[in-house]
């Protein structure tokens, strides 16, 4: 009786051990489907999630660098038509993106109308020099009208250009390149970035796995093709999560007014959090030779020397007209000829590329550095003095910038805190439920069978016993 009950005892421990076990097996896809579901929820813009928070707020600061082209030799490009040689000049660095959205409306069709208060803060520890440092940089003004002007009007630019004594380059302050200063030939407030303070009117669509993101319209006006008037993707800040990287990230861009897209680099670590890092690929400003999807972001035959040109983008037509070519720092990936064009150009990828960091599981994007290029063009003229010495049509760089922000080390904390301590912690009650389990069994089995086997044994040993006697 005992016997049998020490049997039944360790087949019971065995089946409960296996029950375990197959109860841990079981959490793990249950699990995954509630943290499927947890992240999808949270990913949502909409009040109480924590896209939503990260969203409205300032979140980390934002900073932006500006890096000048200071002209060494502007007598000798006047007088004899010399290339421009140019020697970069900076960081001078701003906080930007301190104020947070405002206005924020969610309307009935499924999208968020809001305010983006724009401004910035000079930051002097972060800055080469102060704004009042000198540049000697393109003449804003001159090669504006240059471009605008219909060439049978030049005579009267030329009268323009001299009763107002402006010439091809001009000596400025760093904050009056960058702000605004007044132009003495076009009697008006001129700069790269005036005015600072101007607020955009946004909409965003909000979708269980993904947030689109444009400006008032389900698509862009720019381009005057349907292909390239495409609004892909997001505005960059999230993704859908739960991220394949075997599949690019596709986001809209304001600063060159168009979607593009960008490919998984490598996996990094970021304060204790793995990121995937996302670049661009050289084919987004590729020439329309090299990546006939461009063949519509083309719009001037003369200046892309035919559209073969690589490297730069004409956003004229989401400029109000103003002549500006986007590029990356230094022409990086461009066509050889904009270098030679323009001496001093040394382009690095590791210091001038675009990239995001994103978290894979949520599709927040963690870390990003933006860093893109101002351009104007200016070239031969029969007519206007200052322009009769050059030779070709010259895509100058007027300044460079680079956009960064990463979260804190208190948004870190509170990041993986929220979510991967939970991820961790059922985890380990799926892999502490099944090696239980695993582990019970193997020890209830043990003895049950071992008991087994001498059973079997005596029985055979006794009935050889008898068949013999």
């Known amino acids: 009786m005992g016997c049998c009950n020490r049997r039944c005892g360790l087949i019971a421990g065995a089946v409960f051990g296996a029950l375990v076990a197959i109860l841990g097996g079981v959490l793990i896809p249950l699990g995954n489907s509630v943290i499927e579901g947890t992240v999808e929820k949270e990913a949502v813009i909409e009040p109480g999630t924590t896209a939503y928070e990260n969203w409205v707020a300032t979140g980390a600061k934002v900073y932006r660098q500006f ?43 499924n999208t968020i109308s809001f305010l ?195 490297g730069v983008l004409d956003i004229s037509s989401c400029q109000d007209g103003r002549p500006i070519y986007i590029s990356l720092p230094h022409f990086l990936h461009g066509s050889p000829s904009l270098r030679e064009g323009v001496l001093g150009l040394n382009p690095v990828e590791v210091y001038h590329d675009t990239y995001l960091d994103v978290e894979p599981t949520t599709g927040f994007t963690l870390r990003f550095a933006k860093r893109i290029q101002v351009n104007m063009m200016y070239g031969p003229s029969a007519n206007i003095t200052v322009l009769k010495k050059v030779k070709d049509y010259t895509i100058f760089p007027l300044v460079w910038l680079n956009e960064t922000a990463a979260l804190d080390d208190e948004t870190a904390d509170m990041f993986k805190r929220e979510l991967f301590s939970r991820i961790k912690l059922l985890e380990m009650i799926q892999q502490g439920l099944l090696g239980a389990g695993v582990a019970l069994f193997v020890i209830f089995s043990l003895p049950s069978f071992i008991s087994y086997r001498k059973h079997c044994n005596a029985n055979t040993i006794r009935d050889s016993w008898r068949e013999g006697g």
């Not at 701003?94 to 969610?106: A, D, G, V």
């Not at 080469?128 to 009267?156: K, M, Q, R, W």
């Not at 960008?262 to 793995?274: P, R």
């Open 67 to 109: 890096w000048f082209f200071d002209v060494k030799n502007p007598l000798e490009v006047l007088d004899y038509g010399a290339r421009p040689v140019v020697i970069e000049k900076g960081p001078y660095t701003y906080i930007t993106r301190y104020l947070p959205k405002e206005n924020i409306t969610f309307n009935p069709n």
């Open 116 to 310: 983006l208060p724009m401004g910035a803060i000079f930051e002097p520890s972060m800055s080469v020099g102060s704004e009042e440092d000198n540049v000697t940089s393109l003449n804003l003004a001159v090669a504006g009208a240059y471009s605008l002007v219909p060439i049978e009007f030049h005579p009267a630019l030329e009268i323009m250009i001299k009763l107002s004594k402006s010439s091809l380059f001009q000596r400025r302050t760093v904050k009056e390149l960058l702000w605004g200063y007044r132009d003495p030939m076009l009697k008006t407030n001129i700069g790269f970035f005036s005015p600072v303070s101007k607020q955009f009117n946004s909409l965003q669509i909000i979708r269980p796995r993904a947030v689109i993101f444009f400006f008032s319209h389900r698509s862009l006006t720019f381009w005057n093709d349907t292909y390239c008037d495409m609004l892909n993707g997001t505005d960059a800040t999230s993704f859908p999560p739960f991220i394949d990287k075997k599949k690019p990230l596709f986001f809209f861009s304001s600063d060159i007014c168009r979607s593009v897209s960008a490919s998984y680099v490598n996996t990094m670590d970021l304060k204790g959090i793995d990121v995937y890092r996302y670049s661009l690929l050289p084919s987004t400003l590729a020439s329309p030779v090299d990546n006939p999807d461009n063949h519509c972001f083309c719009r001037d035959f003369k200046t892309t020397k035919n559209c073969t040109l690589a």
